[in-house]
């Protein structure tokens, strides 16, 4: 059955792109990636077209010999032009389409959050429109991409290539970088690097001396951290992404309002501010949430699904 045969290409070209990008001898890493996660795409997209609208439905009505483009898969399924999904393969495609004139390796510092909101994105597409969990075909602790720990240094890459690249690559740069600012996680996963001081050096993770005049060391500072990039999501929000990972894990439980609080006032989430940011302008407080408070949450159902709730009440009583 050619649905069942394009899911299965489908599977292996996602492997194929994870494999690639992830693979430390390959220099040309995001080329491949691309190419394959786009594969990986129209394959999956045609299967379901075939599923929803018939078999003709993924051939040119004016040549039946010759199945559309992936960029018309997209068109058809997600009707919305905004969609930050729809804008990431998009994206995604356009550097697919100009990688073999614009070769280098700064696009992976561009384009790695862009690939990693991708692959989730195409995780949870696959669940969604074929029900296949495809945590089954790569384990969850090999989906996340390497990433590189330089950063765009536009006067290195002006000393390394023509200016046409350069022109190219800083302006790809900053059109996504504007990208990733207005959209959600479904167009990018940010990369953030997070320092904090501490005197238990068995929590820390790299270690560094403080001196104000040193060149090696660091100095203390101040930072203001914007709570609306560190705890974006709402109630609603949270409870959502929730129950999207306990579908994806096939746990039948379905967390509402009601759980969440629950939730929240056992394991006293408002009160940790890593978990809750408490917004205090009206005199009505407001409360908004990081994604370690899904993640929390999550992980705490997943231990014991069938009783978690029912325990949460009867201790919470006590």
Same mark, same amino acid.
């Given at each position: 059955?050619? @649905? ?7 599977k292996?070209?996602?492997?194929m792109?994870?494999?690639?990008? +992830? &693979? ?17 795409? %129209?394959l999956m997209l ?8 018939g078999e003709?439905s993924?051939?040119? &009505?004016?040549?039946?010999n010759?199945? =559309?483009?992936? /960029? ?5 399924i997600f009707?919305? /032009?905004?969609?930050p999904?729809r804008l990431n393969i998009? #994206?995604? =495609?356009?550097?697919r389409n100009?990688?073999?004139h614009?070769?280098?390796e700064e696009y992976?510092?561009v384009?790695i959050?862009?690939?990693?909101? !991708?692959?989730?994105?195409f995780? %949870?597409?696959?669940?969604e429109?074929h029900n296949?969990d495809m945590? /089954?075909?790569?384990?969850q602790?090999?989906?996340t ?7 765009? +240094?536009?006067s290195?890459?002006?000393a ?11 302006a ?6 504007s990208?990733?600012?207005e959209?959600n ?9 997070h320092?904090y001081i501490?005197k238990d050096?068995? &929590?820390?993770?790299s ?8 060149k090696?060391?660091?100095?203390i500072?101040?930072e203001l951290?914007d709570?609306?990039d560190?705890?974006?999501y709402?109630t609603?929000a949270c409870?959502k992404?929730i +129950? @999207?990972?306990l #579908?994806?894990?096939?746990?039948d439980i /379905?967390v509402?309002?009601?759980h ?7 394991y006293?989430?408002k *009160?940790?501010?890593?978990l !809750?940011?408490v917004?205090?302008?009206?005199a $009505? ?10 993640d929390f949450?999550f992980?705490e159902? #997943? #231990?014991?699904? *069938?009783?978690?709730i $029912?325990n ?7």
């Open positions: 059955m050619i @649905k069942g045969k394009l899911l299965e290409k489908s292996e070209a996602f492997v792109a994870i494999e690639i990008y +992830n &693979k430390p001898t390959i220099k040309y890493r995001v080329e491949g990636f691309s190419f394959f996660i786009c594969n990986a795409w %129209e045609k299967a379901y077209m075939i599923k929803k609208f003709k993924i051939y040119y &009505k004016d040549n039946p010759r199945t =559309i483009t992936l /960029e018309n898969c997209i068109k058809k009707t919305n /032009e905004k969609a999904l998009e #994206k995604i =495609i356009d550097l100009t990688s073999t614009f070769v280098t992976e510092m384009y959050p862009l690939f990693q909101a !991708c692959l989730f994105n995780i %949870e597409k696959m669940q429109f296949i945590t /089954e075909v790569v384990p602790n090999f989906l991409l390497a990433v590189s720990m330089k950063s765009l +240094n536009e290195e890459i002006r390394k290539y023509p200016e046409e690249i350069v022109a190219k690559l800083i790809t740069n900053e059109s996504l970088s990208m990733v600012e959209n996680h479904g167009f990018a996963i940010k990369i953030e690097h320092h501490t050096k068995h &929590k820390a993770t270690f560094v001396h403080i001196d104000k005049d040193a090696i060391g660091v100095k500072i101040k951290k709570p609306n560190t705890h974006k709402t609603k409870i992404e +129950n @999207k990972r #579908k994806r894990e096939d746990i /379905e509402n309002k009601y969440f609080t629950l939730f929240c006032k056992y006293e989430i *009160e940790n501010a890593k !809750c940011y917004h205090k302008i009206h $009505q407080p407001t409360y908004s949430y990081s994604m370690q408070t899904t949450i992980e159902i #997943k #231990k014991d699904p *069938e009783n978690i $029912q949460i009440k009867s201790k919470a009583k006590k």
